[in-house]
Nanobody, 122 residues
């Protein structure tokens, strides 16, 4: 079983940037596709981005495409989410998880971290 710990969240002004990290422990996740989700108050958890085990293929939600970049460093067992040109509607708790395969819905991801809060406000 892999344990995931997210970090890097905080308060940022609109137009600013943050980089989130997701550190894995318990076992290597080198063969796992990984993803980022977010959940705003009163809303469903929604897909943000996914990366294959090699890092060769990535996928993004339309709402973040062109602004967010997912990457990974398998030597460090860490996945990153670089978030640029942040908007107030990006405010949410951000989670990373292991992709079991199938759809990009939360049901097909597992080993969720505890999340990190991102607040975009002036």
């Amino acid at each position: 079983q892999v344990q995931l710990v997210e970090s890097g969240g905080g308060l940022v002004q609109p137009g600013g940037s943050l980089r989130l990290s997701c550190a894995a422990s318990g076992r290597t996740f080198i063969n796992d596709a990984m993803g980022w989700f977010r959940q705003a108050p009163g809303k469903e958890r929604e897909f943000v981005a996914r990366i294959t085990w090699s890092g060769g293929f990535t996928a993004y939600a339309d709402s973040v495409k062109g602004r967010f970049t997912i990457s990974r460093d398998n030597a460090k067992n860490t996945v990153y989410l670089q978030m640029n040109r942040l908007k107030p509607e990006d405010t949410a708790v951000y989670y990373c998880a292991v992709h079991r395969g199938g759809s990009f819905t939360a049901a097909d991801f597992t080993s969720w971290g505890q999340g990190t809060q991102v607040t975009v406000s002036s």
